[in-house]
């Protein structure tokens, strides 16, 4: 068996205590989400750790990649930041989204999906650090969140939603004592 004395274990604990501590004032600015819509996964990571995973995720019932526009049922790629929580949401906790990203916009401007105008609305709200217009061409609405009364039996057998990333309430819980407004998603 082995033994430590006291005073080495008091020195180990008070240095574990600081070291915790440390990690803990930094760690909600390290805080981050990737969603790897092909795995139907979401991992909660802290850096390049990862604290937490949500299998059996729920995405839009047309896959993921580049929304096109409002009601095509994608999940788009990207990457985003939670730009409001709602916890009275009929889908029980809502973590909004600050889609359309300047990238989505962009792209949307090339293709022409959107016109200069709704262009120069979502780059000036992300630049005044806002939630970017909701209804234009390109949808809005989009985020993470829990079933409400959904059913559960229909999530666990296939993606459902508009294009939103759907939990189950229990995770969508635990989900919400890990992130904040501001926090990175990462959907690929």
């Given at each position: 068996m082995f033994f430590i004395p006291c005073k080495t274990q008091m020195i180990i604990s008070i240095i574990l205590a600081i070291f915790i501590m440390s990690v803990s004032v930094h760690a909600e600015d390290d805080?981050?989400?990737l969603i790897d819509t092909k795995k139907q996964l979401l991992?909660?990571?802290l850096a390049d750790i990862t604290l937490?995973?949500?299998?059996n995720i729920s995405i839009g019932r047309n896959g993921s990649g580049f929304k096109r526009k409002r009601g095509d049922d994608i999940t788009p790629q990207g990457?985003?930041?939670i730009a409001w929580i709602n916890r009275k949401s009929r889908y029980h906790v809502f973590f909004g989204f600050n889609y359309p990203s300047r990238e989505n916009a962009r792209q949307a401007l090339d293709k022409g999906l959107i016109d200069k105008k709704s262009y120069s609305k979502i780059i000036k709200a992300h630049k005044s650090n806002q939630v970017p217009p909701q209804n234009t061409p390109l949808g809005g609405m989009i985020g993470i969140h829990g079933l409400g009364?959904?059913?559960k039996k229909i999530h666990e057998?296939?993606?459902w939603t508009h294009g939103c990333i759907a939990l189950t309430d229990e995770q969508i819980n635990n989900l919400d004592t890990l992130i904040k407004k501001n926090t990175t998603v990462i959907v690929e």
């Open positions: 805080i981050w989400v991992e909660v990571k937490v995973k949500f299998s990457r985003y930041k009364r959904g059913d057998m296939l993606n």
